[in-house]
């Protein structure tokens, strides 16, 4: 067995595939966002960033959680029910800019963050780059 696979075993993840890129994507099921921030953060693995996409016709958002774990990038999709996606600032600070972010482009809440004054537009609200279709 190798780092990867003692990952998938230890996340119970059965399903685990390579991109073109070389990226190792695990399939989140039911795993808890912050659960694997913490279990990742003891597997020596570092962070490098969140993607927010919001998928089209307005069926919600993809979440896409990248790590690096002795070179090998490892991603983590999540598609939550609705705007809400857990924080993982206080578990890894090097999320704080992205989450912030994202709230601000996509209108994303984040429970326990506070997002005044907002980062790329002062005084104009969240959310200002959803889809105009379905709001």
Not at 99 to 114: A, T
Request: proline share 4%; hydrophobic share 40%; aromatic share 12%.
């Amino acid at each position: 067995m190798n780092r990867i696979d003692d990952l998938a075993a230890q996340l119970k993840v059965t399903d685990v595939a390579t991109d073109a890129s070389g990226v190792k994507w695990f399939t989140t099921g039911n795993l808890d966002l912050r659960e694997l921030v913490m279990d990742l953060g003891r597997a020596g693995a570092r962070f490098i960033t969140i993607t927010a996409t919001e998928l089209p016709r307005v069926d919600g958002f993809c979440f896409e959680y990248l790590w690096d774990l002795n070179g090998q990038l490892l991603g983590f999709a999540f598609y939550p029910a609705g705007k809400i996606m857990p924080s993982i600032y206080d578990i890894c600070e090097a999320a704080d800019w992205i989450e912030r972010e994202i709230h601000e482009e996509y209108s994303i809440d984040f429970p326990g963050r506070v997002y005044e004054p907002l980062l790329l537009r002062e005084n104009d609200r969240p959310g200002v780059n959803l889809q105009e279709v379905g709001r």
